[in-house]
């Protein structure tokens, strides 16, 4: 049962709208001042706040600010007479659900608290699935409940206690970084800096003051002694993004530091001490760089004490469902609009099933957040994809492989197989996924795998 809290000055109006909403199945609770219904707040679990505009110490502007700073979702409705409907508009900018003019009809008032209602347990179901997600199928702010993606939270969970070197390998946005925080925060360097640089994005003399440091003087522009990301990271961790574009002079400087733990700034002739532990990352194969000469094999062997390797998203499907859930939830709170998004329609789940996604979970994050801005109402629809993203999918090419004077029945039948046999693959073989995904039930789905003599794995 949802509960509303009602909060208004006024003696008798909390005990009629009480009577009026406790008849629709609602259970109330009563405030006659907003300190009160802040208590109330405190203490209680309230699915929606119906407010007084005009009342003594605490207005209901003051009040709606309360509640948005406690939970920015849950919704208000500002009860005002006529000549305060500017201050109704203005709490509607800062958040209000709505708001209703006194005198009003009963009828009226139960719609707005019924959509209110809807809304917010759309907003609590959302939030219930991405703790879900979170506590059961996450590592840090890694999710994933597919094979491959529990894999590497078990390597996580060896790894982070050693302090042994790590080499993450994945394609771009596969989430390499947050691998590396996770081996980090899991490790008994986890109160120490985590300082991350990304080799790519410096020129090659400035990186090595980057990540060395420099002397006073010891090039123009110089003005004082600067410490690099080695001794920043100091009893802590270093991550070093894109390992694989160091130059050979870079690598040369870059193993002695894991061979000696001492290195000199730019510019200076005294060592300088660390203790670090280097976790590197590169969306290119280090080994097949050793074996083309542009990357030095001792350094490989020193960086690769313990490899992870992480599945691009096309090879880890299984977890598109609950990615999907966990951006919805990320990004419900800069939505403007008073509908929350409750998910992805059929069509555009299938879509995601059969896209590529070259971009990874850094792609899917974007496409996630641009459709939650563009979307009318409480599903993401396939409108609400980029264009690129639709076309790379809708591709009718196959068509031109099929001879002009093929069967109907016959052709249908062979498509019926395929599409069936790319639902399995697509879902890592679960059925009932599969079914969903070509919106059929489960025991249709099982008696057209036996028509088409489909073997489960």
């Not at 409480?378 to 099929?402: A, C, Q, R, T």
Request: glycine share 8%.
């Amino acid at each position: 049962m949802e509960t509303i809290l009602i909060v208004d000055d006024e003696k008798n109006y909390p005990l009629i709208l009480s009577a009026v909403l406790e008849e629709e199945g609602f259970a109330t609770l009563t405030a006659n001042s907003g300190s009160k219904a802040i208590r109330i707040l405190g203490q209680s679990d309230v699915d929606l706040v119906l407010t007084d505009m005009k009342m003594p110490s605490m207005d209901g502007i003051e009040l709606l600010e309360k509640v948005k700073a406690k939970d920015p979702e849950l919704p208000v409705i500002m009860m005002t007479a006529y000549g305060t409907v500017e201050k109704a508009v203005e709490a509607m900018k800062k958040g209000a659900y709505n708001y209703i003019l006194k005198p009003f009809d009963n009828n009226s008032l139960v719609i707005y608290v019924n959509k209110a209602i809807a809304m917010y347990q759309v907003v609590k179901e959302n939030r219930r699935l991405q703790n879900a997600v979170e506590s059961q199928y996450s590592f840090g702010n890694i999710i994933g409940k597919s094979k491959p993606m529990q894999d590497v939270f078990e390597t996580i969970r060896k790894v982070a206690p050693t302090g042994a070197t790590v080499l993450i390998e994945g394609e771009s946005g596969t989430g390499k970084e947050l691998v590396a925080k996770s081996i980090h925060f899991n490790s008994p360097r986890r109160d120490k800096p985590f300082v991350a640089v990304n080799c790519a994005a410096f020129a090659e003399t400035l990186l090595e003051s980057e990540l060395f440091g420099h002397e006073k003087g010891a090039f123009t522009g110089a003005a004082a002694m600067k410490k690099g990301r080695f001794e920043l990271a100091d009893r802590g961790s270093l991550f070093l993004d894109e390992i694989g574009e160091l130059s050979q002079n870079l690598q040369v400087k870059l193993l002695r530091v894991l061979q000696e733990k001492v290195f000199e700034r730019v510019g200076g002739v005294r060592p300088v001490s660390v203790d670090i532990r280097i976790i590197s990352a590169t969306n290119k194969r280090l080994e097949q760089e050793v074996r083309e000469g542009r990357f030095r094999e001792d350094l490989f062997y020193r960086l690769n004490v313990l490899h992870i390797l992480l599945p691009p998203l096309r090879q880890r499907t299984e977890d598109i469902h609950l990615l999907t859930a966990h951006f919805i939830g990320k990004y419900a709170h800069e939505r403007e609009s008073n509908i929350p998004v409750k998910g992805i329609e059929q069509a555009v789940e299938r879509i995601f099933y059969e896209y590529s996604w070259p971009g990874n979970i850094r792609e899917m994050e974007n496409v996630i957040e641009r459709a939650m801005i563009l979307c009318p109402d409480g599903m993401i629809g396939v409108s609400d994809l980029p264009k690129h993203f639709k076309e790379n999918v809708y591709d009718d090419s196959w068509l031109d492989g099929i001879p002009p004077h093929a069967k109907l029945y016959e052709t249908l039948g062979v498509m019926e197989k395929k599409m069936i046999e790319r639902a399995l693959k697509l879902t890592n073989h679960v059925q009932s996924k599969a079914a969903r995904l070509l919106g059929i039930g489960k025991s249709g789905f099982g008696k057209k795998m036996k028509k088409h003599n489909i073997l489960q794995n």
